[in-house]
Structures are given as C-alpha cells and as structure tokens.
C-alpha cells in the first residue's frame, strides 16, 4: 500500500438546527465576526438568520459582507478583506456555496496579514483567522477542503489561492438546502460526483481518499434517478450532501485534476456551470487514464455500463458548452502550464494529449 498522510481537522456539526443546538460553539472565535455570503440565498434559506441569532446569544457583534458573487474575483475577496480589517473581525463566517465559502478562507489570511490579494498565491504557511463554514449547496464540499478556488481576471480564468486552511468548524443542515432550484441542485451535484471521481483517479489518492471517494459514489448512486426526474425530497438531499462532504474530504486528501483544470476555461469564457464544465469532461479524462480498475470500480460503484452511459446521465442533468479550434488551443497551451495539475494523471501528457481531451470532448 502506497504511504499517505491523513489531516481533516474541521469539526462538523451536521444535523436539523445544528447551529441553533450548538449556538455557543460560536463564543469560542472573539467578540467580532464578519459574514461572508452571496446576496439572497442565506436570506431566503434561513441560514444567515440562523447565525445572527447564534452571534447575538453569545453577545458576538458582527457585520455582513454579502457582495460574494458566484466565482468570485480576488478583488471582491480584498474589499471583503478591508471590511474586516476595518471591523476588527476575529473570525470570518461563510454561508454559501462554494463562492463565500472560499471567500471565507482567503479573507481569514489576507485580514490577519494585512496584505494585499498577491500573498494569497505566495506559497508557505501564514497565520489567518479562525473560519466557520455553513454550507447552502451540496457539491463543492469547501467545508471540508483547504483549498480556495478565486477567480483571477489577469489570468482569465480560476486559480487555486496558495495559502491553505480548514474551517475550524462547518454546520452542515439539510434545511438549508430544502428550497434551491433543481437547476442549482444538478449542478452542484454533479460538482460533488466529479470530486469523487477525480480525487478517486488522482496520482495522490490514497487508502483513504479511496474510502471515501467509494462511499461518496454509493450515495450519490441512490440519488441518481432523482437528480433526473427532479423529484428531491428530504432524504435524497440528505444523501446528496453526504456525498459533497465526503468528495470533499476525499479532494482534500487527494486533489481534483484534469476535468477540473479543463472546466474552468469554460465557466470562465462561457459561463458554464462549475459542475456542468467538470462534467463535460470526465468520459475523455476517464477513458484516459491509465487506472482501468479503478476506472471499472466507479462505473460499478455508480451503477454505469460505461463511461458512455455516465456521459449521457451528465447530458441529461447539465448543460454543456461549445468551443472553437482557436479557444482549444489557447486552453491547451494555458493547461500545459500547470504541471501541478499535469501530474495529477499517472502517464506522460503532451499538448497533443490535452488538446485531444478538448476535442474529444465537444459537442
Ligand atoms: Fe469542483
């Protein structure tokens, strides 16, 4: 068995009002908070309302940056970050999906730094505030992870911040997940699906990761059916945000690759869903790959004949995008100069590789 390490460090509360339950959990952090989220969906879903009143029980004041768009910019992270500067936050809470959870981590070092948004891609350990995690979507798993996915204009695309931190606490409450769109449903779970998927191919997985990628798939194979008819109920989105927490535990150990690489260019340029760019991928990634066992495992795991069966279930659920001859090159070339993610895959790759994947991949 190959050697791995293992650290999730993040306390999970998971449960129906695990905040209200555990209201002084919060009193732990300091007197300030700042809430980091998007502009409706805390509001309307309770969550945001649910932390308010676990902040004012423990006499915690607090102010709300709630300008997180969906991928967010580094410069929205820096302004979040003055604000909690100027606050004289202690900690930083971020209620969302992905966009304010990873917003969370990188305002937690840019505020206890004092630095502007390049030291978040300075490699080496930096202190940072404590972050409490409450996710609304079920699919980036970022409760779980170290990682923080930024949205950087220069490079025209999304790039993973250098500096790394767990939550130190996530709430995790199906309630909050009751009333999203069945549209932000698929694509946040086939988000999770491609975390499990990757983290399971990845060079780095391990005998933990493996553990569970394998039983994130089992979940998320007795939701299959609903995903496609639409019909969630409570026990369905229960299962579903299991399975995103344990892809995120398993990328956290493991990492994403290629289809994750590849999917930014097309949220980024074409505004493709984050799940749904992933997703648009995976058959060509998995037939790839050289880990054919692992690749028969998953598609036993999901219930697929094939990666042409798992192809038409991602078609039927998300949207894909189109690209032109002159767009696949300048994504081949930007992707061949990340050779963290190059190595994510356990063979050679040329640009003649990565450019087939893109095309292969089309419509
Ligand atoms: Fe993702």
Redesign the pocket.
Known sequence: MKDFNYLMPTKIFFGKDCIEKNADVFANFGKKAIILTGKNSAKKNGSQNDVVLALEKNNIQYCVFDDIEENPSVYTVAKAAEMAISQKADFVIGIGG?SPMDSAKAVAFLAANNKGIDFLFEKGDAKHLPVIEIPTTA??GSEVTQYAVLTVPEKKTKAGIAKRTFADIAFIDVKYFEKLPIKVTRNTAV?AL??LIEAYLCTESSFMSDILAEKGMDLFKECKNALLSGDINTEIREKLVLASTLAGMAIAQSQ?SLP?SMGYYLTYFKNLP??AA?AQFMKAYMDFVTERDKVDKILCILDFKATTDLDLFFRKLVDRANYTDEEMNYYTDEIMKIPTKLATVSRDITREDIYTLFKLSKN
Do not use: A, L
């Open positions: 992905g699919g980036t988000d491609t975390h994403t994750h984050h799940g992933n």
